[in-house]
């Protein structure tokens, strides 16, 4: 991706008449995953051999092998870029094998000119590609190309940003739950295929361990439309949805349930049942509800809180809602979350309320009145996530430009840039409610299955970590 603010650099060719033999240039370039995921579907070539997460071969181990032409095409960087440089134009390429290269790999690429003709201005260069950590050469060939006759100078600039759609995040949160004893999970009404097919999918991964709570029939007609065998699984009659979510709540109470899952039922009547004074799932705090988003390009996880529960919520609440989001980001892995307050403005104005409660959320938190992660507010959006752009607003913060956790004014804020995340920015989202003694995992009928499985790993991350007294 291009990066603003970036001093551009004067970059000239070289003519064929300036090209002498022996002259030489270089460049290196990381291997990456995401290399390998965007040259596998810019050439067409889906080799499982090359993708980083599948075993092309059958011995049990991802090889993300880098595909050949890949390498052959950092040969041609060079002479676009540097030697010959712009304006270069290829007649032929051999290239000749000697080992692999691997998605980490750091490469350098290198070209000699070694014959020049004149009769038709082409230039002929040895190549090679060699791995920087070893030596070991990956591949040699010789380029033929008609060689620029004019000179050009111009100022390097960004091409347009290429983002690999790879959920990486949720992947590692998968990897971070697996070694965990599945959670037994109370599913209310799973009745039908999307709420079943994602308590079972999460069984598959041994994440959870699925209670199905429901009517027996509904049940077991949606396992028949996902050509499913729920043989092993426990199956609790409930048909009325009220009394499904009240038989759920009473499992956590007795000690055979650490979370909830919902199912095909209103939101608002698992709600009424996890919130009843007598016999429900309060914990002393608001429930509240954080999505945690893998965001394509986006280096770590960004979690969005509350865009599905609190409509309006008080300062007092939002001193819930910041709590809640620091410890379920502590449980997915980040040891001091940073949290980003947002408003319109990262100035304070009476006019504004949320800015004038995120400045109070930030005091709060300087005071230990809410613990364990950095606060600061109020920071408009742009600030909160991007460097350049809270530098460019003289903001200094540890939180300003990298904050990890977003916390909005309201639901309609919240909805908004989750959606916004999800539908334009093709993000996956996975959503939990806290506040309760337990996790609840709220699935969205839209949900894929990486964002269901992520919901579940998610909710096992932090059972483990409020078992373990964290």
Known sequence: MGHAGCRAVKIENRTFDELEPGD????????????????????GNHNPMHIYSADGDGDGQPEAVAPGM??????????GNLLPGAGTLYRAQSLVFHNRAHAGDELESRVTVTEKNERDFTVTLAAEVTRVADGALILSGVAEVEA?????????????????????HFEKLQKLAAPLPPLVTAVICPEEENSLGGALLGRQHTLIEPVLVGDPDKIAAAAKAL???????????????????RRAVA??????????????LHTDVLLRATLDKQSGLRAGRRFT???????????HPLLVTDAAINIAPDLRTKMDIVQ???DLAKSIGIEVPKVGVLSAVETVSPDIPSSVDAALLSKMAE????????????????????????RTKGIKSPVAGLAEVLVVPGIDAGNMLAKQLTYISHAEAAGLVLGAKVPIILNSRSDDDEARLASCAVAALHFSRQQAGG
């Open 289 to 299: 509800h954080v999505f945690v988003m893998d965001v394509p390009g986006l280096a």
């Open 70 to 79: 890949f390498v052959g095409s950092l040969v041609s960087a060079v002479l």
């Open 24 to 43: 030489s240039e270089m460049l290196r370039r990381l291997c990456t995953q995401d290399d390998l995921l965007a040259f596998a579907n810019i050439s």
């Open 251 to 264: 499992l956590v109470q007795e000690g055979r349930a650490g979370a909830l899952m919902k199912g095909h």
């Open 367 to 390: 005071r230990g009145q809410i613990s364990g992660g950095l606060v600061d507010g109020p920071l408009a959006m742009d600030n909160a996530i991007d460097l350049a752009a809270a």
């Open 148 to 168: 620029p006759r004019r000179k050009i100078s111009y100022s390097s600039h960004d091409l347009p940003g290429l983002i690999v759609q790879r959920h990486r």
């Open 227 to 245: 050509d499913q065998d729920l043989a092993g699984i426990e199956i609790i009659e409930e048909t009325n949805h009220e009394a499904a979510a």
């Open 324 to 326: 809640n989001a620091i």
